[in-house]
């Protein structure tokens, strides 16, 4: 679906707000990067949202799901009827926590290959935003007002050689960790900075997925089996070795979308899961107030409480008779 989509618009939207970013002093590339990516994270946010709500849910109708289920496995036209009819009766869309993920999908793939494929490709050259690409397109000296012309000028760096516009952290921000081995071939010392940012991306995606299942765990879902733990501890693993291969421009977005979702689904989505929690309980707390409330009589009103005199009444009524 996504290859025959062209994503040139969302490229130029990426772009400009780089260069709006990089306008703003100190005019770092590094920081245009960190502040575009919290700009994307809120844009998604109101969907992530979305599709947390319509997971909380889909979860605490499960039971009622699986009993559906279990009833009708012989037959899946009656299942499948049924289950449009549960899904009716309470309101819930089943896809509505797939639907987010067609939107926010294209926007990362977006973000992901304006820097894997050069900055420069999609970077406003006029107007009041235009100092990110001169920076980078003035090669040597010289201006290039051409894209193609700005992308073969950058090549022509000599080995080793960093522009001012990329440096960010001691790093090469056009660099990855595989080539600052190739451009810095014996300057171990240099290539700490690239190795450290693959570690944080790693760390920061193991820990993601480990606060997922804990939050699970704690809404009483089932723990992850064997299979699912293994795929766990080896994801956050593949991810880094991908990175190992991409500029330290598309890894620092990495990162920094791993910190906002983790800090997202701390303060923010556990919220959600909180109240959801709350309003369960109070639910179940005012059905067992209806189960234990007295019978109504045929009238239907409640019947009064007996009146019943108390145990010193009592006393003094024998004392009398007495």
């Given at each position: 679906?996504?290859?025959?989509?062209?994503?040139?618009?969302?490229?130029?939207?990426?772009?400009?707000?780089?260069?709006?970013?990089?306008?703003?002093?100190?005019?770092?590339?590094g920081?245009?990067?960190?502040?575009?990516?919290?700009?994307?994270?809120?844009?998604?946010?109101?969907?992530?949202?979305?599709?947390?709500?319509?997971?909380?849910?889909?979860?605490?109708?499960?039971?009622?799901?699986?009993?559906?289920?279990?009833?009708?496995?012989?037959?899946?036209?009656k299942?499948?009827?049924?289950?449009?009819?549960?899904?009716?009766?309470?309101?819930?869309?089943?896809?509505?926590?797939?639907?987010?993920?067609l939107?926010?999908?294209?926007?990362?793939?977006?973000?992901?290959?304006?820097?894997?494929?050069?900055?420069?490709?999609?970077?406003?050259?006029?107007?009041?935003?235009?100092?990110?690409?001169?920076?980078?397109?003035t090669?040597?000296g010289?201006?290039?007002?051409?894209?193609?012309?700005?992308?073969?000028?950058?090549?022509?760096?000599?080995?080793?050689?960093?522009?001012?516009?990329f440096?960010?952290l001691?790093?090469?921000?056009?660099?990855?960790?595989?080539?600052?081995?190739?451009?810095?071939?014996?300057?171990?010392?240099?290539?700490?900075?690239?190795?450290?940012?693959?570690?944080?991306?790693?760390?920061?995606?193991?820990?993601?997925?480990?606060?997922t299942?804990?939050?699970?765990?704690?809404?009483?879902?089932?723990?992850?089996?064997?299979?699912?733990?293994?795929?766990?501890?080896?994801?956050?693993?593949?991810?880094?070795?991908?990175?190992?291969?991409?500029?330290?421009?598309?890894?620092?977005?990495?990162?920094?979308?791993?910190?906002?979702?983790?800090?997202?689904?701390?303060?923010?989505?556990?919220?959600?899961?909180?109240?959801?929690?709350?309003?369960k309980?109070?639910?179940?707390?005012?059905?067992?107030?209806?189960?234990?409330?007295?019978p109504?009589?045929?009238?239907?009103?409640?019947?009064?409480?007996?009146?019943?005199?108390?145990?010193?009444?009592?006393?003094?009524?024998?004392?009398?008779?007495?």
């Open positions: 679906m996504l290859a025959g989509l062209s994503l040139d618009p969302l490229y130029r939207v990426v772009g400009w707000l780089l260069a709006f970013f990089y306008s703003v002093p100190p005019h770092n590339l920081i245009a990067i960190i502040l575009l990516t919290v700009a994307v994270m809120l844009v998604q946010f109101p969907l992530i949202a979305k599709q947390t709500r319509s997971m909380i849910q889909m979860q605490r109708v499960q039971p009622e799901i699986k009993k559906i289920q279990q009833q009708y496995k012989d037959d899946r036209a299942q499948n009827e049924e289950l449009l009819k549960f899904y009716q009766e309470n309101k819930i869309n089943p896809i509505a926590g797939c639907l987010p993920i939107v926010t999908l294209p926007i990362g793939i977006a973000v992901f290959r304006t820097f894997r494929e050069g900055i420069q490709n999609h970077l406003p050259k006029t107007g009041p935003f235009k100092a990110l690409y001169t920076d980078i397109c090669v040597h010289k201006y290039f007002p051409d894209t193609k012309g700005c992308t073969a000028a950058l090549k022509t760096y000599q080995k080793g050689e960093t522009p001012d516009v440096r960010f001691g790093m090469n921000l056009n660099w990855s960790a595989r080539e600052v081995q190739t451009q810095l071939a014996g300057e171990y010392l240099h290539w700490v900075p690239y190795f450290l940012l693959i570690a944080l991306v790693v760390l920061t995606g193991w820990y993601q997925v480990k606060q299942q804990a939050r699970q765990t704690r809404q009483g879902g089932a723990a992850p089996n064997t299979q699912m733990q293994m795929v766990t501890r080896i994801m956050p693993i593949f991810f880094g070795l991908i990175t190992y291969g991409l500029n330290a421009a598309t890894t620092l977005y990495f990162l920094v979308s791993n910190c906002w979702r983790i800090g997202q689904q701390h303060f923010v989505l556990n919220k959600m899961y909180e109240e959801s929690a709350a309003g309980a109070a639910a179940s707390d005012a059905k067992t107030a209806k189960v234990d409330a007295p109504d009589d045929d009238n239907g009103d409640a019947k009064p409480a007996p009146n019943r005199p108390s145990p010193n009444a009592r006393r003094n009524k024998k004392k009398r008779k007495r």
